[in-house]
C-alpha cells in the first residue's frame, strides 16, 4: 500500500519546484530528490510526472469540492438548494484558484498549463454531483429537461470560465450578465418558475 507521508513529500517537492522554473524544465529525478527519495520509488506512487501535477492541482482545490460531492446523496434538501451549494462550490474554489495564481511567482506559461488542468478537474469533479442533483429533481417533478448530464456540463463550464475570469477576461458587469443570462436559461429550459433560481449564489 503506498505510503501517503510520502505521496505528500513527492506533491510538496513538485510545489516548490513550480516556483523555481518552469514545469517543463522539471525532471521527475528532480521531483525525487526534492523529496527525499529514490527516482526507481516514486513510480510505485505516480506512473508519470503528468500524473503528480493531476494529484497536486487535486489536493490544492480538494476542500472547496468536498461538500459537493456528498449533495446528491442528501435528498432531504431541495434539488435547487443543493444545486446552489454546488454552484458555490464552484465559485469557492475558483477564488483559491485566483488567488494562489495571483500570489504565485510561476512563469505564465505554466500558470496557463495549470490552469487548463484546473478547469479539467473542476468540470469533471462537479459534473458527476450535479447530473445527479438534476436527475433527482427531475424524478420529483422539480425540474422538466430531457439531458441532465448534458445540462450540468454546460452550467459548469460557463461558471467555471466566467468566475475564473482568464479564458476570456470580462469586467464585473459582464460576468454578471453573462450568470444572469444562464440562470434565467436553466429556468426556461427546466421548466421552473421565473426567478426560482435568483439564489443560486453565483452572483454577489
Given at each position: 500500500?503506498?505510503?501517503?507521508?510520502?505521496?505528500?513529500?513527492?506533491?510538496?517537492?513538485?510545489?516548490?519546484?513550480?516556483?523555481?522554473?518552469?514545469?517543463?524544465?522539471i525532471s521527475v529525478?528532480?521531483?525525487a530528490g526534492k523529496?527525499?527519495?529514490?527516482?526507481?520509488?516514486?513510480?510505485?506512487?505516480?506512473?508519470?510526472?503528468?500524473?503528480?501535477?493531476d494529484a497536486l492541482?487535486?489536493?490544492?482545490?480538494?476542500?472547496?469540492?468536498?461538500?459537493?460531492?456528498?449533495?446528491?446523496?442528501?435528498?432531504?434538501?431541495?434539488?435547487?438548494?443543493?444545486?446552489?451549494?454546488?454552484?458555490?462550490?464552484?465559485?469557492?474554489?475558483?477564488?483559491?484558484?485566483?488567488?494562489?495564481?495571483?500570489?504565485?511567482?510561476?512563469?505564465?506559461?505554466?500558470?496557463?498549463?495549470?490552469?487548463?488542468?484546473?478547469?479539467?478537474?473542476?468540470?469533471?469533479?462537479?459534473?458527476?454531483?450535479?447530473?445527479?442533483?438534476?436527475?433527482?429533481?427531475?424524478?420529483?417533478?422539480?425540474?422538466?429537461?430531457?439531458?441532465?448530464?448534458?445540462?450540468?456540463?454546460?452550467?459548469?463550464?460557463?461558471?467555471?470560465?466566467?468566475?475564473?475570469?482568464?479564458?476570456?477576461?470580462?469586467?464585473?458587469?459582464?460576468?454578471?450578465?453573462?450568470?444572469?443570462?444562464?440562470?434565467?436559461?436553466?429556468?426556461?429550459?427546466?421548466?421552473?418558475?421565473?426567478?426560482?433560481?435568483?439564489?443560486?449564489?453565483?452572483?454577489?
Amino acid at each position: 500500500m503506498p505510503d501517503l507521508k510520502k505521496s505528500e513529500k513527492i506533491l510538496d517537492a513538485l510545489q516548490q519546484l513550480l516556483e523555481e522554473k518552469n514545469i517543463q524544465h522539471i525532471s521527475v529525478s528532480e521531483i525525487a530528490g526534492k523529496a527525499g527519495i529514490g527516482k526507481g520509488s516514486i513510480y510505485y506512487y505516480f506512473p508519470s510526472k503528468d500524473a503528480i501535477v493531476d494529484a497536486l492541482i487535486k489536493r490544492s482545490y480538494e476542500q472547496p469540492l468536498q461538500t459537493a460531492k456528498t449533495l446528491s446523496s442528501q435528498t432531504n434538501i431541495s434539488s435547487f438548494t443543493r444545486m446552489a451549494m454546488l454552484f458555490q462550490a464552484c465559485r469557492n474554489s475558483s477564488a483559491v484558484f485566483l488567488k494562489q495564481k495571483h500570489d504565485s511567482s510561476t512563469s505564465i506559461q505554466d500558470l496557463a498549463f495549470l490552469h487548463q488542468k484546473y478547469l479539467n478537474y473542476l468540470i469533471s469533479e462537479l459534473k458527476p454531483a450535479l447530473t445527479e442533483i438534476i436527475s433527482q429533481g427531475i424524478a420529483c417533478g422539480e425540474i422538466h429537461f430531457d439531458y441532465p448530464a448534458a445540462l450540468a456540463e454546460i452550467a459548469l463550464i460557463v461558471i467555471a470560465v466566467k468566475l475564473d475570469n482568464s479564458l476570456v477576461p470580462s469586467t464585473p458587469e459582464e460576468i454578471e450578465d453573462t450568470l444572469k443570462g444562464l440562470i434565467s436559461l436553466l429556468e426556461n429550459g427546466t421548466g421552473v418558475p421565473a426567478g426560482t433560481l435568483e439564489y443560486l449564489s453565483l452572483i454577489k
